[in-house]
């Protein structure tokens, strides 16, 4: 196996969709300026990237006609770097990180960037046109199950109260302001440029997050549910980009990445519960490391709703201290295309930032999957 | 080139605000600038705060959110140049004469020459306030008294000083006539002006009869309301609107300001009770309560009234005067000649009131038309004082009030046995003050059928609607109903009116006077059809509107819809029908069908569906147009304004809008005629529909409402059948439905619906109760 690493990461601000200072911006303006500004940090010549491997939840209208081949010339990448968009809904992002990695094993190129993108203001979730089929939808209705329900149903089925679920957002928005307050938050992020000025930092964290207000709001899925606007992560407008190349190029090029890929993979599990995905992709990831999950020093775990990401850290016995250090979706925002690239790369740096030695990155996916990547320090 | 393209407010409080943000509902940049508080960080948060505030108050001040974008918030240190490029500054800060003039001075530096600028006083001579100021500054400036919510309110009063300039007059006229859609009331420089100075004369008199014949505020409300023509919040509701503390301010200003043999001040009293209940926070609904209050304690929703002897809070009582039931059949004279309390109390306050009234002329205004007008459209009467008076008989009314020992004014006395209004040769005309009679004349461009109606006949009537003849070869279909709601003989007369239209006219405008252009079909026909599984007869009702609503869209001349107020369900399917709307901006539509169980069966469904599939803002591929559709008539959204219904495709881009309503119909007029040359009718449209997968789509966005608590469980059933009809039935992606096979779902599946036990539900509750059930 050729070590293949994370050697940046990179993301715009994420802002609130339909309301946010982002919600002008085309997502493919959007993802052009985000990969620009990857680009613009490290010093390579662009002619060595094989692929844009670009995620998108919603591929159409803005996003669609191949988005990633059309922000490669929006970036003005050299025409010989090719563009793929790939979609995993929440989890397309950290598959472009995959299909690198699975190309560079393939000796099929030596470096990549893998981005993600996701205007929620400018393509709604479902897209424009949701045709289910009717014969999956009368047999299995459950495969187009509305993702809030998911996580209604991982709090009935593990008993997540509504006050832990207050509980974990409100330390998600602490978390994240802290980490705002630091700069931690600015490193990473690319300064986007909107007809309305510039935007460099993020919109949907609420440093004054409390219990109190979390617990005034009504349930936003079930009527006699748990899960409320507060407790899920909002729709969000933002993109991220990484660089993928194998350790010897970053060597060459005097970078100095961020992490080693160790393993990564992918489980289904039942749609109506699909917040469960990241145990049975986690354990498979660690499997393939031949680690512990007890021995992972630090992990990103995406924050689809409070509720799901309680179940997983349950299920797979998690340490708290760990996850999420510098703030989850829930407080952030999840640009659903975005997410995967982001969580990698910050889990990443984290890993470099901490000193510490294994890493993980895990998420659920609509439909019923988990996706996970286990990284190693270089 | 406009005369006035940009306008500038200064006072951002309720009435301040409230202008600006109607001058920005009439297309007009605006200006709002108030005072820099004491150590504020933003120095402009007074005006900025007010904006936001437009944006939450209801009823709305602005007729859709974005016109608050044309509002600049501003303070007048720092952004008083601004004022150099307004064509019209309006004064609306707070009612004291030195801080008006200090004002005025540096208004006056910063303004550009020939600028109009006027005061929203309501208690301030115009002489008192420019007195001492310079003359370029005098002949510039006027009053402009607008009233609460300035959005709703129609009226305006124009106060003009002896150095105005009639330039300025005109132009303030014309703008606010045309662009913001006032009746423009001219009145004298007298205290309160016209509709103030009778108002709180009136008010002040409900309230003191009120107390001293022992009246509960249920009582005097029941008389003074609704049996007179006057909104049924009657006195003390209305009190409780305005704010109870203000009135001490308007009763203290109008005692000092008039003579002490003006009769207002046999009226003038301060009730110990009002007094305490400011004191304790009961100021109206603004406060805790005011003569009414809701007791939400114990969860439940009670109204209340205050005993006005004790002070003491009790359930609120439907009062059953004789008087009152005597009114509805021969009303206000029976009513003010009753012999129970109520009558009694009705002679007592309205003897004084409209003998006050007539007492006024020529004081306040030049004639009594203004004076009607003011008080019919800033206090919402539907009579003013004289033609309550010609309702009474003037010389009936000078009578009863030399019987009673009150002096009969001179005018009443003038008119004699005659009356205030006559009509002469088709045109009415009113008493003047030198004793002969003058028409009443209207504004150009203004059509009214109330002035048609005295002139000439039908072409054709029926009992609930007509045919009028408006000239320049244009026939109004006119709706006559009961709230204008559509029933089988409005659908024959729409069929006539085409018949008689393709022989003799050139253009239909469908147009009517009353509050509402129609509040949709009248549901009533449902109901025994519906009970008795008559499923046929239901399907033949709903196919005959559907065949006058066709023959409406594809009539061989222009059909024009002027809708004004609400145009609901069948009434909406109007505007959707015609070939071009010139909506009055205060036109409230929506296909609210659902509400009754059923769907839009007249084609509806299928116009609002074509509309949003041939806009070329809807996103591509078969279902934006779809969900919008369903969006729309599912949640039985309603546009709050015009503008509103142009954002839910009710209306269409290149629609009229008119602002005042008495040129709706000129305006309607005009824009048929426009259409008239060369004109062919639409062709019938076709439309891909993505059929069950789309029905598949919307059904599990009502599986997610129900689960929210957003919809009920037989919201779920009438939506379920109305994705059947948007999603085009058993269609598929690669076929075209055409418009026939539209109706026809929308046909099959009103019947369904309306076979439905929870329709029935619907049905019955609505006809009952006036509010949808949510079962």
Redesign the interface.
Known sequence: MKPVVIADYVRSPFTFASKGELKGVRPDDLGSQTVRGLLDRCDIDPQDIEDLILGCAFPE?EQGLNVARMIGLMADLPLSVGGTTVNRFCGSSMQAIHMAAGAIQMNAGEAFICAGIESMSRVPM?G???????DL?EHKPQA?I?M??TAENLATNYQIARAEQDDFSVASHKKAAAAQAAGRLADEIIPIKTPDGVVAADGCIRADSSAETLGTLR???????SVTAGSSSPLTDGASATLICTEDYAGKNGLSPLARIKSISIAGCRPEIMGIGPVGATKKAAKRAGIDINDIDVIELNEAFAAQALACIRDLDLDMGKINLDGGAIALGHPLGATGARITGKVASILKREGAKTALATQCIGGGQGIATILEAV | MREIQKVAVIGAGVMGAGIAAHIANAGVEVVLLDIVPKDAEDRRVIAKGAVQKLLKTDPAPLMHPRNAKRIQPGNIEDDIALLGDCDWIVEAVIENLEIKQDLYRKVDAARKPGSIISSNTSTIPLSALVEGLPTGFQSDFLITHFFNPPRYMRLVEIIEGADTRPEAGRVARDFCDKRLGKSVVTSNDTPGFIANRIGTFWLQASVVEAMDAGLSVEEADSVIGRPMGIPKTGVFGLLDLVGLDLMPHVLDSLRTALPSSDPFQDVYRKPELIEKMIADGYTGRKGKGGFYRLNTSGGGRVKEAINLQTGAYAKAVRPGLASVAASKKGSIKALVSHSDKGGVYAWKVMSKTLAYAASLVPEIADDIVAVDEAMRLGYNWKFGPFEMIDKLGAAWFADHLAADGMAVPDFLRQVGSGSFYRVQNGALQYQTVDGTYSNVLRPDGVLLLEDIRLRSKPIAKNMSASLWDVGDGVVVLEFQSKLNSINPMILSMIRKAIDIGEKDYKALVIYNEGSNFSVGANIGFLVVPSMLKLSGVVGWMVGQGQKAYQALKFAPFPVVAAPSGMALGGGCEVLLHSDAVQAHAETYAGLVEVGVGVIPGWGGCKELLLRWAGDTKTPRGPMPPVIKAFETISMAKVAKSAAEARSLRFLSADDGITMNRDRLLADAKARALALVDGYAPPEPKEIQLPGLSAKVAMQMAVGDFRKQGLATQHDAVVSGELSTVLSGGDTDLTETVIESKLLELERTTFKRLAMKAGTLARIRHMLSTGKPLRN
Do not use: K, M, R, T
């Open positions: 209208a479902l424009y046109n949701p045709l289910p089929n009717p939808y187009y509305a809030g329900q349930p936003a899925f079930d009527e006699n549910g």
